[in-house]
């Protein structure tokens, strides 16, 4: 698995959701729809909390744009919760109509919570008062085990958002030598805090931009499952019960 899947992973679960109310459930996959990198916390050398807006976009191998999305994100010692509107999300992919039947359901809001104490991620609906929780895949825990090795080489110094930025690549070596790069663009005016992270999954590039960040330490709170919630097991487990209870039955635990 890519060392920087956490960016990707963090994009499907508004695309797993999206999708997912336009398919059956055979069809629907029953992978993790959210999940954690290990090397999350390397990008962001010594800051250990933090809360912001992010902006993410990803690009084809032609450099045209396929999909945007604002989230909210905060990140406490490793945890990271991630707020996402699907109702802001634009994506070749997630229809108008889609968007819309995703409302109906009570699926426009949903926040993503990682926690690599536990192993376990949180995948959370409000308005459908819903939570699945799941472990996070046994890469991953491994690479949490060990985390990477990092190198920094500078390449330019640039301002973006009005911040002086020093650009770097970042090369991470896992345990078993395999590498993976980064680009990210550090503000010498926000502790060297990377504004801007962008990286390559296969013939896509992925770019998080941050802003109006603050250090204060988010809440230990936001970093908990909601309590009172009816428990799922996966993203199918809870889209049946969704479904029932829309056709006024009973799901859940």
């Given amino acids: 698995m890519s060392k920087f899947a956490f960016f990707s992973r963090i994009l499907t679960v508004a695309a797993t959701a999206a999708l997912s109310s336009l398919t059956t459930f055979a069809q629907m996959p029953t992978g993790s729809p959210a999940g954690v990198d290990a090397t999350l916390a390397q990008l962001f050398g010594n800051i250990t909390a933090f809360s912001a807006q992010a902006d993410v976009r990803v690009l084809d191998k032609d450099q045209q744009e396929t999909m945007t999305t604002p989230m909210a994100f905060a990140f406490r010692e490793q945890k990271v919760r991630v707020d996402i509107d699907l109702s802001k999300l634009k994506s070749k992919q997630v229809s108008a109509a889609a968007a819309q039947q995703l409302k109906q359901m009570g699926m426009e809001q949903v926040t993503s919570i990682i926690r ?35 190198a920094k080489t500078e390449l330019a110094r640039e301002t973006l958002d009005g911040h002086p930025c020093v650009k770097n690549k970042v090369t991470l070596t896992d345990d078993k030598g395999q590498t993976r790069d980064a680009v990210t663009w550090n503000a010498s005016d926000l502790k060297d805090f990377p504004v801007q992270i962008q990286t390559a999954e296969k013939d896509n590039t992925l770019i998080m931009h941050f802003s109006r960040v603050k250090f204060e ?37």
């Fill in 116 to 150: 690599p104490d536990k192993k376990q991620m949180y995948i959370v609906y409000p308005a459908l008062q819903s939570c699945v929780t799941m472990p996070l895949p046994k890469e991953e825990v491994a690479a949490i085990d060990k985390p990477p090795k990092v």
């Fill in 217 to 253: 330490r988010p809440d230990a709170q936001q970093f908990e499952a909601p309590t009172g919630y009816t428990q799922y097991a996966d993203m199918q487990e809870m889209m049946m019960g969704v479904m029932k209870k829309m056709l006024g039955g009973s799901g859940g635990k």
